[in-house]
T-cell receptor
Framework: RKEVEQDPGPFNVPEGATVAFNCTYSNSASQSFFWYRQDCRKEPKLLMSVYSSGNEDGRFTAQLNRASQYISLLIRDSKLSDSATYLC????????????FGTGTRLKVLA | EAQVTQNPRYLITVTGKKLTVTCSQNMNHEYMSWYRQDPGLGLRQIYYSMNVEVTDKGDVPEGYKVSRKEKRNFPLILESPSPNQTSLYFCASMRGNTGELFFGEGSRLTVL
C-alpha cells in the first residue's frame, strides 16, 4: 500500500459544480497535512493546510479524518481557473521532514 | 520578492558528465530539500537539509549528492548522470512555523 494515495482522475466537472477529492495515508502517526496545487509543468504551490478541526478558505474546504486516515478537499462553485492537479502532502512527523506526496488528482473544469 | 531560484531550468546532457543544479532561497529558511517528479510516481524526496552542514537522505538519494555550506544555497550534484535520472527536479525551502514548502520553478533534466 502506498503511503499516500489519491485518485488520479481526471475529474471533469462543469463550471459551478462542487467537487471533492480524498487522499488516504497509511501512517497513523502522521502529523501535518497539506493540499498543494500544481499547474501543468509548474511548481507546486500551497493551497491550504489541513487542521484537525478542518479549515475553509473561500470556496475551498479541507478536512482531516484521523480515524479513517484520510484528508479531503472540497471545491465549491468551480471556476475554469481551478483546473490543475491537486497534490496531497503528508508529513509523518516524529522529528522527520520527509514530506510524502501523493501522485495528485487532476481536475478539469469545463465551460 | 520571496523566492526559490533554480538553475538551469532546462538541461540536456550525456551519460557520465557531471552536472550541478543550483538552488538558492532568499527567505532565510533553515530547511531545504530536493525532489524529483516522474509521471505516475509523484514527487519523491531526494535529499533534505535541516540547516547548514546538516543533510540527510530522502527516499531516492542514489546517484545524487548535496551540500549545504550556506543557509541560502542547496546545490544538487549528479556525479555521473544516467538516463534514469531524466526527470523534473524541484528544490524547496520550508517556512519553519507553518511547514509550508516554497518551490523553485523546476529544472527539467534529460540525460542521453
Amino acid at each position: 500500500r502506498k503511503e499516500v494515495e489519491q485518485d488520479p482522475g481526471p475529474f471533469n466537472v462543469p463550471e459551478g459544480a462542487t467537487v471533492a477529492f480524498n487522499c488516504t495515508y497509511s501512517n497513523s502517526a502522521s502529523q501535518s497535512f497539506f493540499w498543494y496545487r500544481q499547474d501543468c509543468r509548474k511548481e507546486p504551490k500551497l493551497l491550504m493546510s489541513v487542521y484537525s478541526s478542518g479549515n475553509e478558505d473561500g470556496r475551498f474546504t479541507a478536512q482531516l479524518n484521523r480515524a479513517s486516515q484520510y484528508i479531503s478537499l472540497l471545491i465549491r462553485d468551480s471556476k475554469l481557473s481551478d483546473s490543475a492537479t491537486y497534490l496531497c502532502v503528508v508529513n509523518p512527523g516524529s522529528g522527520t521532514y520527509k514530506y510524502i506526496f501523493g501522485t495528485g488528482t487532476r481536475l478539469k473544469v469545463l465551460a | 520578492e520571496a523566492q526559490v531560484t533554480q538553475n538551469p531550468r532546462y538541461l540536456i546532457t550525456v551519460t557520465g558528465k557531471k552536472l550541478t543544479v543550483t538552488c538558492s532561497q532568499n527567505m532565510n529558511h533553515e530547511y531545504m530539500s530536493w525532489y524529483r517528479q516522474d509521471p505516475g510516481l509523484g514527487l519523491r524526496q531526494i535529499y533534505y537539509s535541516m540547516n547548514v552542514e546538516v543533510t540527510d537522505k530522502g527516499d531516492v538519494p542514489e546517484g545524487y549528492k548535496v551540500s549545504r555550506k550556506e543557509k541560502r544555497n542547496f546545490p544538487l550534484i549528479l556525479e555521473s548522470p544516467s538516463p534514469n535520472q531524466t526527470s523534473l527536479y524541484f528544490c524547496a525551502s520550508m517556512r519553519g512555523n507553518t511547514g509550508e514548502l516554497f518551490f523553485g520553478e523546476g529544472s527539467r533534466l534529460t540525460v542521453l
